[in-house]
């Protein structure tokens, strides 16, 4: 009697065992953007709850995320602007915008030439006098035919492409007058004589 009672509770036991094993191994689970008749939506996927910020997407700094200071757009950068910057920006800009807007910014890149919109020129006065926050918005969020860059472009390399505009616009438009003062005077120099041609050695 007593020999049965165990052995009636080691099956038991083993039919429970196995049926959690079979439950763990096929638990209910949602793949990424599969549809769901549980919510009213019809989507596995949820939506982020209003208010809420995710890990590493504080925002402390609301010009260097943004472009904006106070909802306007600002100006300026939000870090120090030197030639690692502008090395980085010059890199990404070839990357992701020379396409488009040109080497120079001046709107006459390879995809223009093949029928698609033609980007204004960097060089425009209304583009000059645009500033810093303008530019990360539309390379942020896009504006027109451009499509946004934010999921290719990280915010750091945004800013270091908007400092090399900069520097693209200051080498189409500037002047005399931006040269430093003890640099100007080599700007009016003769041009030096060409070498003489080098003599040949070995005889007749």
Not at 9 to 33: E, F, H, I, V
Not at 186 to 197: D, T, Y
Request: glycine fraction near 12%.
């Amino acid at each position: 009697m007593f020999r049965g009672n165990r052995a009636a509770m080691a099956l038991a036991l083993l039919l429970l065992t196995g049926g959690c094993r079979q439950k763990m191994s096929n638990q209910p689970r949602y793949d990424p953007l599969e549809p769901s008749d549980f919510f009213a939506d019809g989507m596995a996927s949820r939506p982020r709850i209003a208010g809420t910020v995710a890990r590493g997407e504080l925002s402390t700094n609301e010009l260097f995320d943004t472009g904006m200071i106070g909802g306007k757009e600002g100006d300026g950068f939000p870090m120090t602007v030197d030639k690692g910057l502008i090395d980085r920006g010059q890199e990404r800009f070839n990357i992701y915008c020379s396409e488009c807007h040109g080497r120079v910014g001046d709107g006459n890149g390879m995809i223009p030439s093949r029928g698609y919109r033609r980007p204004p020129s960097f060089h425009s006065e209304t583009l000059r006098n645009a500033k810093t926050g303008h530019y990360f918005d539309v390379i942020t969020n896009g504006f027109g035919a451009m499509p946004p860059y934010a999921p290719q472009v990280p915010a750091k390399d945004r800013w270091a492409i908007i400092a090399y505009i900069r520097v693209l616009q200051l080498s189409q438009n500037g002047s005399v007058a931006d040269v430093p003062a003890d640099k100007q005077a080599s700007l009016n120099a003769p041009a030096s004589a060409e070498a003489a041609p080098a003599e040949h050695g070995g005889g007749e």
